[in-house]
């Protein structure tokens, strides 16, 4: 069974950071990507970052680029966003996913699954 969970949310100031985790089990294979989104109040889930095992690439859009950074640790199946800069609309709750082909795009992002049940990530003014 493919599992997820994340970690590290909590409250932080605007311009602190915070970094989230998320561990991945039960996947056969080691071509996959995982990807994190998130979901604010109101609002749909969306995706914003995934990192490719399959050929390492990395993607980010517009709105956290330069500020997140995204990285993993395939041998203990670990992916962590490294959150600067955080802004009061990064507030949401955040969530990894896994595609299982390996494709990391913002193309792919309704391709990924297997939720976890998210960690909240709340930044003040």
């Known amino acids: 069974e493919i599992r997820l969970v994340e970690s590290g949310g909590g409250l932080v100031q605007a311009g602190g950071s915070l970094r989230l985790s998320c561990a991945a089990s039960?996947?056969?294979?080691?071509?996959?990507?995982i990807g994190w989104f998130r979901q604010a109040p109101g609002k749909e889930r969306e995706g914003f970052s995934c990192v490719s095992y399959r050929d390492g690439s990395t993607y980010y859009t517009d709105s956290v680029k330069g500020r997140f950074t995204i990285s993993s640790d395939k041998a203990k199946k670990m992916v962590y966003l490294r959150m600067n800069s955080l802004r009061p609309e990064d507030t949401a709750v955040y969530y990894c996913g896994v595609e299982l082909l390996g494709y990391c795009s913002s193309a792919a992002w309704s391709e990924f699954d297997y939720w976890g049940q998210g960690t909240q990530v709340t930044v003040s003014s």
């Open positions: 039960g996947l056969r294979f080691d071509d996959y990507a």
